[in-house]
T-cell receptor, first 110, second 111 residues
């Protein structure tokens, strides 16, 4: 069974700062998801990645399969980036069901 | 871009009432999931559905819960007799292979 740990749990940044959120997992996986959850509760999928790096606008996600670690970076952070960021991985190697990290609550102050 | 849609976005119900949460997954996807998130807690797995039957379910998914895909498009989660502790955000997800697509969720409040 996979275990997922995110750090930090809470993060406060000033607008414009570079932000990094980390995710570690215990069992080798086919893919890792980064999700964003806004105060209303809805989930938006940001990235699904299985190797290397993906970029979308100011968001960058990287994954190191050997080290079982992924990072989500936000460049030039903005108050609208304030949200909970969640990483999710497959529960095990032979199922598609996901296990979720506890989330990182990000607040970006103007 | 294809998307998963859930209705309603918010449902308030009295304890003991039945609720049905609806999801329209992406049409060519094969695997469907319900997850829930109690306020302040992690998102947790409820049930997976493949080939018109439940493929896996969690301990939470007891006899009060059921899932159906009645017409080949909608995917529903029914809670027969709601309890206060069923209050949560419920998310539907669909997958073709490894990438999961999530609906925006239904916030269920049991009073």
């Amino acid at each position: 069974k996979n275990e997922v740990e995110q750090s930090p749990q809470n993060l406060t940044a000033q607008e414009g700062e570079f932000i990094t959120i980390n995710c570690s997992y215990s069992v080798g996986i086919s893919a890792l998801h980064w999700l964003q959850q806004h105060p209303g509760g809805g989930i938006v999928s940001l990235f699904m990645l299985s190797s290397g790096k993906k970029k979308h606008g100011r968001l960058i996600a990287t994954i190191n399969i050997q080290e079982k670690h992924s990072s989500l970076h936000i460049t030039a952070s903005h108050p609208r980036d304030s949200a909970v960021y969640i990483c999710a991985v497959p529960y095990s190697t032979n199922t598609g069901k996901l296990i979720f990290g506890q989330g990182t609550t990000l607040q970006v102050k103007p | 871009e294809p998307e998963v849609t859930q209705t309603p976005s918010h449902q308030v119900t009295q304890m003991g009432q039945e609720v049905i949460l609806r999801c329209v997954p992406i049409s060519n996807h094969l695997y469907f999931y319900w997850y829930r998130q109690i306020l302040g807690q992690k998102v947790e797995f409820l049930v997976s559905f493949y080939n018109n039957e439940i493929s896996e379910k969690s301990e939470i998914f007891d006899d009060q819960f059921s899932v159906e895909r009645p017409d080949g498009s909608n995917f529903t989660l029914k809670i027969r007799s709601t309890k206060l502790e069923d209050s949560a955000m419920y998310f539907c997800a669909s997958q073709l292979r490894t990438e999961a697509f999530f609906g925006q969720g239904t916030r269920l409040t049991v009073v």
